[in-house]
């Protein structure tokens, strides 16, 4: 049993959001109490003790979506990739490098996205992994090093056409193996999905192909209207647009979330509020690859539920809470909008996303739920309570105040240390093979 305490709690839970001296009690992988750090070190003397040294407790944040095969590309310059557009961002970058991703390959990009979430208090990611030079076995190499690691894992492979008809074929079947074998271990710490990439890189026949396979096992995740190459090919080719094609192909539904929607109408909108399907936003990714805002304030006025994702562009969860308020209010040219959308996607939305997948509930501390708890060094120089928190998130918290991560009640970094496990031989393995990958992008050696 742990007990986290000496420190201001913030729990999510409405009923009981924020305690100024506040302690949580772990019992095994949930959440035993909730309450004053006197009340619990009365009831509980036995705990193990880890100290918040003064900082903020915290629930675990939530990925919803995420690439772990970028996980090698930080500091990589491609020779001769200078990408004008969208189309050559994707061609000449990341499915360069996943044309190159062997299972070593993947496995060191799982483990270098794993450690950093950890850093950073994130303790559930929703991936979605492409790896074209070797498919099968890719999501269980993946699904080994989110185990040994500790991380609440949903996974799935992106379905793609862009490759031919084999690896079409080789990336449907991961896909379904993966699910079959979740369903199998009913494993709260690893669930999967069905992927797909973008609409433009695949046809009807294998959408068709892909819903036969699923069997209705799990969810679809997929990435909708990031780019216009979205909406002019399904226009062009299908007489339709993108949420359209989805919903006649028998993708749309309660368990399905949609990356991106960048480029959706109002009728679509009204679609995907209809099929209760759900919108994952990635802003510093959409600013990055200069794809436009999702209109996610009108999404959310319709009742869609949107949550907040990275694209792999940071593995910080609030530094995207910071860029989704920025990029929104830009775009609208008001200074006070979108606020309460903001904190709403990350610390609700979230949780709902999750929901869908795991038995236990995340993103909340309360008893019963899954025991994810983060502890950040947080000291404020002006007042902190729960009239301000959210304040206190956009402006002064980042994921590098992450002192302590606990995730299904094992704790796996305390006081910016790892527990049992061993980074630098991490590190050294991934960078070896890191070597490996730029080596053959850019046909020398590192």
């Not at 068709?208 to 216009?228: L, Q």
């Not at 990714?285 to 436009?292: E, H, I, K």
């Not at 902190?384 to 302590?404: A, L, P, V, W, Y």
């Amino acid at each position: 049993m742990l007990l986290i305490g000496n420190g201001q709690l913030i729990t999510r839970d409405p009923e009981f959001p924020y305690l100024k001296d506040g302690a949580v009690v772990i019992d095994g992988e949930v959440i035993k109490a909730v309450g004053s750090f006197a009340d619990m070190k009365a009831a509980y003397p036995d705990a193990e003790f880890v100290d918040a040294k003064g900082g903020i407790i915290m629930p675990g944040l939530i990925n919803a979506h995420t690439h772990i095969y970028s996980g090698l590309a930080r500091g990589l310059a491609i020779a001769g990739n200078n990408p004008t557009n969208f189309f050559e961002v994707l061609d000449g970058t990341w499915w360069n490098i996943d044309r190159h991703l062997t299972i070593d390959g993947t496995k060191a990009c799982a483990y270098a996205t794993i450690l950093d979430c950890i850093r950073d208090g994130v303790t559930t990611i929703f991936d979605h992994h492409a790896s074209f030079c070797e498919i099968p076995g890719s999501l269980f190499a993946i699904k080994d090093v989110a185990k040994e690691l500790g991380m609440r894992s949903c996974l799935c492979y992106e379905v793609s056409e862009r490759d031919g008809e084999e690896k079409t074929a080789q990336s449907i079947q991961e896909n379904a193996d993966f699910a079959k074998w979740a369903i199998k271990e009913d494993d709260d710490m690893i669930k999967a999905m069905f992927g797909g990439h973008a609409l433009f890189t695949i046809s009807d026949k294998t959408f068709e192909k892909m819903v036969e396979a699923n069997d209705g096992m799990t969810g679809f995740h997929i990435h909708v209207s990031e780019g216009m190459n979205d909406v002019y090919d399904s226009l062009r080719n299908y007489g339709c647009k993108p949420i359209n094609r989805l919903l006649y192909n028998g993708l749309l539904g309660e368990k399905t979330l949609l990356g991106h929607c960048i480029h959706v109408s109002p009728a679509e909108m009204d679609i995907i509020k209809e099929t209760g399907t759900m919108v994952v936003n990635n802003p510093e990714s959409n600013m990055g690859n200069a794809v436009g805002c999702a209109p996610v304030l009108q999404m959310m006025a319709k009742g869609i539920t949107v949550g907040m994702g990275t694209d792999a562009y940071t593995h910080d969860m609030l530094e995207s809470l910071k860029v989704f308020l920025i990029i929104q209010r830009h775009n609208a040219a008001m200074p006070n909008v979108a606020w309460g959308e903001d904190v709403t996607m990350l610390f609700e939305n979230n949780r709902k996303i999750a929901a869908k997948y795991f038995k236990k509930p995340l993103g909340i501390l309360k008893e019963g739920a899954a025991a994810d708890v983060i502890v950040m060094d947080y000291k404020p120089f002006t007042p902190f309570s729960d009239e301000n928190i959210d304040g206190h998130m956009i402006f002064g918290m980042m994921g590098k105040n992450c002192r302590t991560t606990i995730i299904n009640g094992k704790v796996l970094y305390k006081d910016r240390e790892f527990v049992d496990i061993d980074e630098e031989a991490i590190n050294a393995w991934t960078l070896e093979q890191s070597k490996k990958l730029w080596g053959e992008l850019n046909h020398r050696e590192y």
